[in-house]
């Protein structure tokens, strides 16, 4: 019998060195309580054919072009709480991120279903005022 499974791929540009910026990630979400209670893995994918190559994207979001998507694999049922719990930590993790970028990068943060279309994460910089 195959236990049901949930996939969310999370997708990281606009940096100099995604693949320090995903395991940094995978250490971060590592922590949080929602995710720790749960049964889960992680693997990387590669992008679909096409996805992040030439268009309107030039600049900062082409140093992420070859780098594998990063897959969260949940087991079981996936409740409310690992969403809002999901969204919440990216948000953070992307608002730290931008305060510590270098010259040039524009740090973003995409994510969706595993086989499905990838939505920017919305808030990060917007989200709380507590700016110093």
Do not use: Y
């Not at 990216?90 to 970028?101: V, Y």
Request: zero cysteines; a negative charge; hydrophobic letters at 35%.
């Amino acid at each position: 019998m195959q236990e049901n499974h949930h996939e969310i791929r999370i997708r990281i540009t606009g940096t100099d060195n995604p693949e320090q910026d995903a395991a940094d990630l995978t250490a971060w979400l590592e922590r949080e309580p929602w995710l720790t209670r749960r049964r889960h893995e992680w693997t990387s994918r590669p992008r679909p054919a096409g996805e992040g190559e030439g268009g309107d994207e030039t600049g900062p979001a082409d140093m992420a072009i070859g780098v594998d998507d990063l897959i969260l694999v949940v087991l079981g049922a996936v409740a409310g709480e690992v969403t809002k719990g999901l969204s919440i930590a990216l948000q953070e993790w992307l608002r730290r991120r931008r305060e510590e970028r270098a010259t040039g990068e524009q740090p973003s943060v995409m994510v969706g279903e595993g086989g499905g279309g990838l939505r920017e994460l919305d808030g990060a910089e917007g989200g709380s005022s507590a700016e110093d």
